[in-house]
């Protein structure tokens, strides 16, 4: 079955950087897009960032546009989110998520908490 295990999460101040990463199994990797999604306290799940089943295509939120970057890496089957200029208003679990979109199968989240 799909499994997909996110780590990297942290507590940091504004100004900093997180990298998360997802190790993913139980399906063909490099044949789907992956997805990171968030869910900050008391909202609803945000799609984040998308990336393509080769690595070519990226699409991000407006409010993380320049600031995060979306990465994977096919032979290790592993998606990645680099987080700089980390705000207060990015604290949230975040999840990677199968396909391209928030309503894949998702991980058990990492939580990210930016203190200002």
């Known amino acids: 079955q799909v499994q997909l295990v996110e780590s990297g999460g942290g507590l940091v101040q504004a100004g900093g950087s997180l990298r998360l990463s997802c190790a993913a199994a139980g399906f063909t990797f490099n044949s789907v897009s992956m997805s990171w999604v968030r869910q900050a306290p008391g909202k609803g799940l945000e799609l984040v960032a998308s990336i393509d089943s080769t690595g070519t295509k990226m699409q991000y939120t407006d409010s993380v546009k320049g600031r995060f970057t979306i990465s994977r890496d096919n032979d290790k089957n592993i998606v990645n989110l680099q987080m700089t200029s980390l705000e207060p208003e990015d604290t949230a679990v975040y999840y990677c998520?199968?396909?391209?979109?928030?309503?894949?199968?998702r991980g058990q989240g990492t939580q990210v908490t930016v203190s200002a």
């Open positions: 998520a199968l396909g391209w979109g928030k309503q894949g199968s």
